[in-house]
Each structure stands twice: as C-alpha cells, then as structure tokens.
C-alpha cells in the first residue's frame, strides 16, 4: 500500500492506494491541523496499523519544522520514511511559469500537474481552499501564471476580527445574492467576492482567446461551483492524484 498525504495550511487530508493498479483502497480520512503531532500519529496508527506500507508520499505547505514532526509521525507510526514532494522547473508535460519555483506552494504545482495529465490540452485550476488561487496552463504545457485572493474562510475570520463589537455566525453560504441581516449580508457578500473572482479569471481567459478545461479543487469548491455558470469540473483530490506523478 502507498499513503498519500496533502498537507495544507487548515486540514490534513490521507488515502491509501494500491500500488498495482494506482487506484484507491478505498479508505481515507482528514484531519485537523490544529491538533497535536501525537493524535495525528495515533490516527494514522488506527487507520494503517495493521496495513504494509511500502511508501508515504506528502505534499507539504506548511513551514520546515511541521514537516519535520509529520516526517516523525510517519515514522513512528508506521515505520516508513516519508518522501515529500517538491516544485519543479518542469514535469509530466508541464512548465513552471515562475521565475523563482521556491516561491510556490507545492499544492498549486502537483495540482496543475494532475489538470494537465487529464486534460491534455489548456487548462486552468481554481482551488477554493484557505487561499483561492488561479492557475492556468497552455495547450504546450507552459504555465501562464496565477492569481491568489484570501479563500472564504479567511475573508470571514478577517471581518470578525475587525468586527468584534458584532455576534456573528456567518454560516449561509447559499446566495451571493443581497442578505437581510448582517451576518447574512456579510455571508453572501464574501462568496460573491469569491464568486467574482472566477469570472474575473474567466474573463481573463477570454481576452486572450483561449479554450481551457476548468478544474476545481480544495474544501469550498462545491460552494462556490454552485455559482458559476459555465462548464468545470470538480476535482476535490486534484493535489493527492498530483502526488503519483511527481513521486512515481
């Protein structure tokens, strides 16, 4: 078995796949950051104790000493030496539009990747995590470059930090549409912000003419799919499939 790992800044997210046919095995789980080394390393134990792990593969954003713990974690759990991934001038077709590839998170890099493989043509990855970011590649594999916002959760945190006098529970993500209360108000408002941002990227796309298969990834982008009124595609593991290509 191969355990995948995708690291981001809120939430850890694991599968474990079979290496024979490079599918999943069906068993997956994710996991608050915010939690304590130990506890991940007890879940990863409960998971894949009783499994034989030949190698764990990690995609990382977060600072040297966290990768440092998770390495020990793995380690500890399940006796295997995590190889974690890292941004390239260029692979599996594609190359990297960055003038200093140290500069980008390695989420955005394995995710155009996987856009890439699938698609085979211009593309583009709209990933609705902690950030939102906008990434598009040509019909040759050359990356364009990218756009990065605040994601909807932050956007939220930022006003309630600025806004301590207000009790709110902005949790109705259904309508970008005006709201009728405050929270609500500020709710609709933040995804219209988001909702905007798309289009503004797809407008983007079009002055230049260009055709693209739209992927969306991360932990909202069901919500803000749910906007958008032109072809895409949900891809909420485009960062772990990414991983089997830059470690084969």
Known sequence: MILDIDAGNTRLKARLIEPASKSS???SFDFNLDATVDSFTQSLADHCGNLEIERVRIASVR???FNEAL?????????????FAAVAGSACGVSNGYNDITTMGV???LAMLEAYSRARSACCILDCGSAITFDWIDYEGQHQGGLIVPGIKLMQQSLAEKSSALDLELDDWASADPGNSTSAAISHGILAVATGFARQCRELLEQRATQCQWYLTGGDAELISTQLDWEHEIAKDLVLDGLALALP
């Open 25 to 27: 095995a069906g068993v």
């Open 63 to 65: 600072n040297s000493q």
């Open 71 to 83: 390495a020990d974690s793995v380690k500890s759990a399940l006796d295997v030496e995590g190889e």
């Open 107 to 109: 989420d955005r890099w």
